[in-house]
């Protein structure tokens, strides 16, 4: 595509404190070729409760800490992503909070309290906050990684994602490539369920098979003028409801896809949230785009 790439953090990495010991195998030859083949793959119920509640609290005390009133970003994707600032750049490598939509009114007074208010919080829980750090470092997301043909993989980033109830916004059919910009192998995408997921309170869809048809758009950055676009690739269409296939997960399970997997969640206009937090992993030998968004060179590369 005509575009930088880097392989600059290999400099500085941040090694794992599981260097010395082995990683485990965790899929099966059937689980592997359904990846391959499909796209994507589900491991239900294999985060144990204790490790769920742990990550859950972790980020509410985030929300807690959160100056709401000095920060007021809303995350949203239904604006192309024109509205990305300095507060989102920076949030490549710091913890910030971003609120959802329908969680202001029009003078931009809160209309929900604080924990019912959040989109998400990103993209460097994993450096920056330890129980996201214990969490992230696992022997089973390193065996998911090592099963896949992953060697070193590196952590870009984390998403503890709220969907909360009746506001949680839509999050339109996209691929990771497209904001995660890199060589060849891409990331993988590993979405955790903190809570069980549902039609009803805006599970992921996705388009099985999906991450064999084209890019369709790609967001860049001009660092110049910190801004960045989205600009489309091809035409492809976005798939249709006969394509696409809900994920319904219950707390605990493990959704991994390709980076081009065209995958899609609904808003939640339910009374219930859909929490889940979202990590993303590269080969730390693959060039990473000096055009994308996420930039890390305080914190150099986290390798699982």
């Known amino acids: 595509m005509g575009r930088g790439f880097t392989n600059h953090f290999n400099r500085h990495c941040k090694l794992s404190d599981n260097d010395t010991m082995p990683t485990p195998t965790i899929m099966d030859n059937e689980q592997q070729r359904h990846f391959h083949q499909e796209g994507y793959l589900v491991l239900e119920n294999i985060i144990s409760g204790t490790e769920i509640e742990n990550l859950k609290n972790a980020a509410l005390q985030i929300v807690d800490d959160f100056d709401i009133d000095k920060h007021r970003s809303v995350f949203t994707t239904n604006d192309r992503d024109t509205g990305r600032d300095d507060y989102f750049f920076d949030s ?3 913890v910030h909070c971003f609120l959802e939509e329908g969680a202001l009114d029009a003078g931009g007074h809160l209309l929900k309290p604080a924990r019912l208010a959040i989109n998400k919080i990103g993209h460097a829980m994993h450096d920056l906050n330890p129980v996201f750090t214990h969490f992230c470092r696992q022997p089973l997301f390193a065996g998911l990684m090592k099963d896949i043909g992953y060697s070193e993989p590196s952590l870009w980033q984390t998403m ?3 969907k909360q109830p009746r506001i949680g916004g839509e999050v339109r059919w996209h691929q990771d490539a497209s904001y995660l910009i890199s060589e060849s192998p891409g990331v993988v995408g590993l979405w955790i369920a903190i809570e069980d997921a549902h039609r009803d309170n805006g599970c992921l869809w996705v388009q099985p098979g999906g991450h064999r048809s084209a890019l369709r758009e790609i967001y860049e950055v001009d660092w110049d ?13 976005w798939p249709g409801h006969d394509e696409a296939v809900a994920v319904e997960v219950p707390k605990g399970s493990v959704v991994m896809f390709h980076s081009r997997m065209p995958h899609y969640s609904s808003q939640n206009r339910s009374n219930h949230s859909r929490h889940a937090f979202t990590m993303h992993f590269l080969p730390a030998q693959a060039g990473w785009s000096d055009k994308n968004w996420i930039q890390r060179p305080q914190l150099g590369q986290f390798i699982i």
Do not use: M, V
């Open 92 to 94: 490549a490598q710091n």
């Open 160 to 162: 503890y994602i709220f």
């Open 225 to 237: 003028k910190r801004e960045g676009r989205l600009s489309t690739l091809d035409q492809t269409p």
